[in-house]
């Protein structure tokens, strides 16, 4: 299995404040045959299911505000919160799609300072 | 409207069998992925399978194969997560999800489990 491991557990961020949440995957899920990162991002608001952010490491989902973003290649991946907005306050995972079992990382918790 | 709707809360005695259910609709059924992920109380989210309603193909996560069977009736555009004897442990809310990367959840179904 690969194992998805984020950084940190919990952070806390100023309203309008940049938030960054880093996610480590035990081996690469870049496929180069399409040149893609199989990896995802999502949020999570208390008592509601998850909602995708990003896929692919740094494609927007439809209707995601520009203030979301993800970078990354390989095994290294970031989720950026710019301009923190509190309805931002989530808990929020990545996931690797490369292979099966589809591993989820712990979740990291943001909250506002 | 591209949906998934699951079946009800769920209580339970250890022992006793369930199966859980998700509707699709709004999109071709037959065409998507759809994953199970279980969510114990306060916890993250793990990945417990998935299956493609077109041809049933499925496949688990170590962690679960054998202690659920997932299954789906492409003519219902229904998905299903069974259990044949449920443990307390099993107590969490279970979610289907479409695709590898998951653009559609349902609501959720908790399952809670106790004596």
């Known amino acids: 299995d690969i194992v998805m491991t984020q950084s940190p557990d919990s952070l806390a961020v100023s309203l309008g404040a940049r938030a960054t949440i880093n996610c480590k995957s035990s081996?690469?899920?870049?496929?180069?045959?399409?040149?893609?990162?199989?990896l995802g991002w999502y949020q999570q608001k208390p008592g509601q299911p998850p909602k995708l952010l990003i896929y692919?490491?740094?494609t927007r989902e439809s209707g995601v505000p520009d203030r979301f973003s993800g970078s990354g290649s390989g095994t290294d991946f970031t989720l950026t919160i710019n301009s923190l907005q509190a309805e931002d306050v989530a808990v929020y995972f990545c996931?690797?799609?490369?292979?099966?079992?589809?591993?989820f990382g712990q979740g990291t918790k943001l909250e506002i300072k | 409207e591209v949906q998934l709707v699951q079946s009800g809360a769920e209580v339970k005695k250890p022992g006793e069998s369930l199966k859980i259910s998700c509707k699709g609709s709004?999109?071709?059924?037959?065409?998507?992925?759809i994953a199970w992920v279980r969510q114990m109380p306060g916890k993250g989210l793990e990945w417990m399978g998935i299956?493609?309603?077109?041809?049933?193909?499925?496949r688990y996560s170590p962690s679960f194969q054998g202690q659920v069977t997932i299954s789906a009736d492409k003519a219902i555009s229904t998905a299903y997560l069974q259990w044949s004897s449920l443990k307390a442990s099993d107590t969490a809310i279970y979610y289907c999800?479409?695709?590898?990367?998951?653009?559609?959840w349902g609501q959720g179904t908790r399952v809670t489990v106790s004596s």
């Open positions: 999800a479409r695709g590898n990367a998951s653009d559609i």
């Open positions: 081996q690469s899920v870049f496929y180069s045959s399409n040149n893609k990162n199989y």
């Open positions: 692919w490491a740094s």
């Open positions: 996931q690797q799609f490369y292979s099966t079992p589809h591993t």
């Open positions: 709004g999109y071709s059924f037959t065409t998507y992925w």
């Open positions: 299956i493609y309603p077109g041809d049933s193909d499925t």
